[in-house]
């Protein structure tokens, strides 16, 4: 898999390197990571395929006895639905989370 | 498809409304494509917000002929190969419904072959989605008219030596108006295409590369669903417009996706409405189907 540090964007106090006009204005959108755990038959496409690697399989088995996806870094999903769109079990799906309004003035 | 939840996560997922929720789990293999499939056939209707009750479903036989059986429309599973003639029938009776064939390559393109290249033909107005996993699944992994050479099968052990159809060339050497191909993986794209397919008068043809997990990819020692998947996303080339003569699909080699065809042509229905209202004048009226 890619290193997923290259598409982590700049936390606080780190700056890009060029601020992008509308950075203010456009936000990155968040999502909620549902799993419908013993749904999943373990097949890995979403885990494989999310571009922010929020997900990856589990240690423990469904009742089915795959292992299924846990979502570790569900902090970086910017609710893409991908892993929704390729899951073949209707196991996995994102809802948009509302950003709590950042209370700086975007830095300018 | 909502998005709000409110019931508890773990219960309700967006595409239970599409799904006949008593007949999930559906059957399909682990790292098969197919579930895959219907989630971008849902999301396309979804797009489109055509109401469901305008849309029916039909499937022949195999592993993809389940999907009528669990999508929550107005659906038919029919007889080995008999999806299109079906179709075609619901389709002439009511003219304003959405008619969407979705079953898979042996199913359309070899026990249905006949039908296939004659409702493109004609241009009947419905929409094709083949599902190509390159072998007949369901019976146990016997050589289909899709099988890529020297790929084995049950019924050829020692690799095909038969030479495949080439299905966009096949489709539109036939007539069809619209035709495209994409993966399993390319969701996104193929969900695209679904909707535009959806939304072509005449005959529209869209073929899915899927993985088969069971029988074509351990028989021909390949991996899993899985790694076919990363195989098309290694070895895909995207060429809109290619001409449909190059796209025949190697063991194992690279595959071209696309749209390629995009055209407009009378369908069935115009083209007898136009020439009888010729032939018979005021006394011909357009037929516009006769389901009440
Ligand atoms: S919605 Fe996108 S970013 Fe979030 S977990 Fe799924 S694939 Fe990853
Ligand atoms: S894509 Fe679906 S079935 Fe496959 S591992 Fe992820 S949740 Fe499970
Ligand atoms: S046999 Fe192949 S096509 Fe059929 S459900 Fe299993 S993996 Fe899918």
């Known amino acids: ?108 | 498809m909502k998005r709000e939840v409110a019931a508890p996560a773990t219960e309700a997922h967006p595409m239970d409304e599409l799904l006949r929720m008593d007949r999930i789990p559906h059957i399909w293999c682990p790292t098969c494509g197919l579930g895959t499939v219907v989630t971008a056939f849902a999301s396309a209707v979804d797009k489109l917000e055509i109401p469901l009750d305008d849309l029916a479903v039909v499937s022949g036989i195999g592993c993809t002929g389940r999907v009528a059986g669990y999508i929550k429309v107005d659906s038919f599973h029919t007889t080995h190969g008999r999806a299109i003639p079906f179709a075609t029938g619901l389709h002439l009776t009511n003219p304003k419904l959405k008619v969407v064939v979705i079953s898979g390559d042996g199913d359309l393109i070899s026990i249905g072959g006949n039908h296939f290249i004659h409702a493109a033909r004609r241009n009947v107005d419905i929409t094709v989605i083949c599902v190509n996993n390159f072998i007949y699944a369901m019976t146990g992994g016997q050589v289909a008219p899709t099988t890529p050479l020297r790929a084995n099968a049950s019924t050829m052990p020692y690799g095909n030596f038969e030479r495949p159809f080439n299905i966009p060339y096949l489709a539109e050497s036939s007539g069809a108006v619209y035709v495209a191909r994409w993966t399993a993986l390319h969701v996104r794209r193929l969900t695209k295409a679904i909707a535009e397919a959806l939304q072509k008068p005449g005959f529209s043809v869209v073929e899915v590369i899927s993985p088969c997990s069971t029988l074509y990819s351990r028989r021909n020692r390949i991996g899993t669903g899985l790694d076919l998947m990363k195989f098309y996303h290694d070895n895909c080339e995207i060429k809109h417009g290619a001409d449909t003569r190059e796209l025949d699909i190697g063991f194992q080699e690279e595959i071209t996706v696309g749209k390629f065809i995009d055209t407009e042509r009378p369908t069935y229905v115009e083209s007898m409405n136009t020439w009888y209202a010729e032939v018979f004048g005021d006394q011909y009226e357009p037929y516009e189907g006769s389901a009440k």
């Open chain 1, 1 to 108: 898999m890619a290193d997923s540090s290259r598409r982590t964007p700049p936390g606080p106090g780190q700056k890009y390197w060029r601020r992008p006009l509308d950075a203010d204005r456009i936000k990155v959108p968040h999502g909620e990571i549902h799993i419908l755990v013993n749904r999943c038959k373990g097949c890995q496409f979403c885990v494989e395929y999310c571009p922010r690697d929020v997900l990856e399989m589990s240690e423990s088995f469904n009742v089915k006895g795959y292992h299924y996806p846990e979502a570790v870094n569900e902090g970086e999903c910017v609710n893409c639905q991908l892993c929704e769109m390729l899951c073949p079990e209707f196991a996995i799906f994102c809802v948009e989370v509302e950003e709590e309004v950042a209370d700086d003035d975007g830095g300018s």
